[in-house]
């Protein structure tokens, strides 16, 4: 009985060990890299070498996303991509198209917009963004050190 309680003990820890950080990042939130130029200036994600490029804290507690927010999120075009964007505009304001044509967002829409306009694909590429899409909010930069401190 000894040996099987004891086991049991140590599996038991095993999972715990394994459990936790995985909870904590599916609840919490979890650091990432940037990659690529489309939210230039903001975040810098355009060089080869990982350790030149901005890492960020994406958080999965957020308040209701507002313009100005940095959310990452499924792209709707592409669901195996993730974007990192700019809210530019929120559900039930209007939004004007390349074609002249002025559209209001629908209820949970967003229009996500890439700081670097000449090499992002955003909302002006495929639509709004539901919010059903969005995976955490941007809200610290935390390497390189330099340029430590909150997203804005």
Sequence with gaps: MNGATNFLKKAGTAAGIICLPLAFIDVVGHPAAVIGPSMEPTLHGNDARWWHNDIVWLSKWYS????????????????????????????????????????????????????????????????????????AKAKFVLWPPSRFGPIR
């Design 64 to 135: 209701k996303p507002k313009p100005g927010d940095v959310f990452t999120y499924i792209s709707p075009s592409d669901p195996t991509a993730r974007h990192i964007k700019r809210i530019a505009r929120c559900s039930g304001e209007p939004v004007k198209l390349k074609s002249g044509v002025k559209i209001i967002l629908a209820k949970g829409e967003y229009w996500m917009l890439s700081d670097n306009a000449e090499v992002g694909h955003d909302s002006r590429t495929y639509g709004p963004v539901n919010v059903g899409l969005f995976q």
